[in-house]
């Protein structure tokens, strides 16, 4: 799903309605008909609704909303936390409309204690504060007004966004309301995906309010939402061969750190690799081929310290030139002599490489190093890694991603609740699964597993995110048999299979 952002969405709004005709009053009665019908479906039995409107056309979404309600015998009280000499035409016509039903707006005053007790006692909230365009921090009543909402357990509809996310970038503006359903209007928004800020989203549902296809035509970003559903596998030709699905070499393990190549191992194994082989040190070369059947280990020079040493580098380059994709990294640990295998591993490969764990660690905040890389890598770090590799923080983590992958000119895996997938060339991949069960130590071994796997069976795109993909969904799956607590990183590679056999068409 194509995502879009505050800037085009206002500019395919003034398509609509300046060039091509549109009332923009039929665009706003469109909206409030899909906020209030979500409303109505919260309420249940309680037919009461409390609306917090702003003075901007989110607001006026609200206002015609609670019309839309009152005509349908819902109870209701409608509250203008913004400005009325700040209204807008729009949102100003829809309180004449609401006043001819009998309704009114009242002015919304923070220390009145009965407005608490009023939407504490009806069947929904409507937010209608602000809409895509808010860009700073809440404050006054409109911050009041977020902590009020909050502090009920009455059910949340947004209209188009909950308040207090910034909608090109998932931040939150100091407080956000936590809605339990957002109705956005005809294009999702990158704020609805992007951490934190998708965490206040609840159920999304992007509502058509009658924006012609043209004045949509250009509103579409380079950031997309990934769900599992448009995603596919093909059928495998009926004559074909194991060297037909990827010859995948997986650097990693060292003393004490003995299960994170098994993990990847085995995690690619699942995910369809022709053939995989793993290259660990010496000194657990026994302990790791004793919990292996399908993928094929080989030991590595250690010089009896349980860490791969730099003399090994002939025979890792000689097996990943073998093959077709190589992960490096899981469970490598630390030290120069590891820092500087992995450099000289990347600058003399020429085989796809995906980078994780230690192997991150070795590489530093050295960009040329990056590019040194013959192809593109795939590098898989959480913020933490990511910080060290030189990546910024800023905040938005949709932008951060894809200066990094441009300026580097690899692919990134920036891990997180939703994790975020950046190429090169510009765009950019949310993932729409996930969950904070997945938050133990082997899932990103998992991960890596996966993306090795599938670069050997599909296009460099269409392999990380759908390794990104599985691997979330996997998740989810696992969390809701097992429960987030007591899931594990090898109970998602056993749920790979019912993920990747839905997928197969």
């Known amino acids: 799903m194509r995502l879009t952002n505050s800037k085009a969405m206002r500019d395919a709004d003034g398509h609509a309605i300046h060039v091509l005709g549109v009332p923009s009053t039929l665009l706003m009665t469109n909206a409030a008909k899909n906020i209030a019908s979500a409303a109505m479906e919260l309420m249940g039995t309680n037919k009461n609704a409390v609306v917090f409107c702003g003075s901007g056309n989110n607001g006026g979404d609200g206002v015609s909303a609670a019309a839309y309600l009152l005509r349908r015998g819902v109870g209701v009280r409608c509250f203008l936390v913004g400005e009325r000499a700040k209204m807008t035409p729009d949102c100003a016509e829809m309180e004449r409309r609401l006043v001819e039903l009998g309704g009114a707006l009242e002015n919304f005053d923070p220390a009145d204690q009965r407005i608490k007790k009023i939407a504490g006692d009806a069947g929904v909230i409507i937010d209608a504060l602000f809409g895509i365009g808010l860009n700073s921090e809440l404050k006054g009543k409109s911050l009041a007004a977020v902590k009020l909402i909050n502090e009920t357990s009455t059910a949340v509809v947004s209209a188009d966004i909950a308040s207090g996310v910034e909608a090109d970038t998932g931040r939150i503006l100091g407080e956000a309301v936590r809605a339990d359903i957002t109705v956005t209007f005809s294009m999702a928004k990158i704020g609805h995906f992007a951490e934190p800020g998708c965490t206040?989203?609840?159920?999304?549902?992007?509502?058509?309010?009658?924006?012609?296809?043209?004045?949509?035509?250009?509103?579409?970003?380079?950031?997309?939402?990934?769900?599992?559903?448009?995603?596919?596998?093909?059928?495998?030709?009926?004559?074909?061969?194991?060297?037909?699905?990827?010859?995948?070499?997986?650097?990693?393990?060292?003393?004490?750190?003995?299960?994170a190549p098994v993990l990847c191992a085995m995690a690619a194994a699942r995910s369809g690799a022709g053939l995989v082989s793993i290259g660990v040190p010496d000194s657990i070369y026994a302990l790791t081929a004793g919990r292996l059947l399908e993928p094929?280990?080989?030991?590595?020079?250690?010089?009896?310290?349980?860490?791969?040493?730099?003399?090994?580098?002939?025979?890792?380059?000689?097996?990943?030139?073998?093959?077709?994709?190589?992960?490096?990294?899981?469970?490598?640990?630390?030290?120069?002599?590891?820092?500087?295998?992995?450099?000289?591993?990347?600058?003399?490969?020429?085989?796809?490489?995906?980078?994780?764990?230690?192997?991150?660690?070795?590489?530093?905040?050295?960009?040329?190093?990056?590019?040194?890389?013959?192809?593109?890598?795939?590098?898989?770090?959480?913020?933490?890694?990511?910080?060290?590799?030189?990546?910024?923080?800023?905040?938005?983590?949709?932008?951060?991603?894809?200066?990094?992958?441009?300026?580097?000119?690899?692919?990134?895996?920036?891990?997180?609740?939703?994790?975020?997938?950046?190429?090169?060339?510009?765009?950019?991949?949310?993932?729409?699964?996930?969950?904070?069960?997945?938050?133990?130590?082997?899932?990103?071994d998992v991960l890596a597993g996966m993306i090795g796997a599938f670069l050997g069976q599909l296009s460099l795109k269409q392999a990380v995110i759908t390794a990104c993909a599985v691997h979330a969904s996997a998740g989810d799956l696992c969390a809701s048999r097992l429960g987030e607590y007591g899931m594990l990183p090898q109970d998602m590679i056993e749920a790979i299979p019912e993920i990747t056999k839905s997928m197969t068409r």
Do not use: W
Not at 215 to 242: C, F, G, W
Not at 400 to 426: Q, Y
């Open 296 to 444: 094929m280990p080989f030991s590595l020079d250690d010089r009896g310290n349980g860490r791969i040493s730099i003399s090994a580098l002939p025979v890792i380059l000689e097996k990943l030139d073998s093959g077709d994709v190589g992960v490096i990294g899981c469970g490598l640990s630390r030290s120069e002599e590891i820092s500087e295998l992995v450099r000289l591993i990347i600058q003399m490969s020429t085989k796809q490489l995906v980078i994780d764990a230690d192997g991150l660690n070795a590489l530093g905040d050295d960009p040329q190093l990056i590019r040194s890389a013959q192809k593109p890598p795939v590098l898989t770090p959480h913020e933490g890694e990511f910080k060290r590799l030189g990546g910024l923080l800023s905040g938005d983590r949709i932008a951060d991603a894809r200066i990094f992958a441009k300026t580097r000119e690899c692919v990134l895996v920036l891990k997180g609740h939703r994790t975020v997938c950046a190429f090169p060339d510009g765009e950019v991949y949310i993932m729409s699964a996930g969950n904070p069960g997945m938050a133990k130590g082997g899932s990103g």
């Open 200 to 259: 206040c989203c609840g159920r999304l549902r992007v509502a058509d309010i009658g924006i012609p296809a043209e004045a949509l035509a250009n509103a579409a970003t380079n950031v997309h939402a990934v769900m599992l559903e448009d995603l596919s596998l093909p059928i495998r030709q009926r004559v074909s061969h194991k060297g037909d699905y990827g010859k995948l070499t997986i650097i990693g393990g060292s003393a004490g750190l003995t299960g």
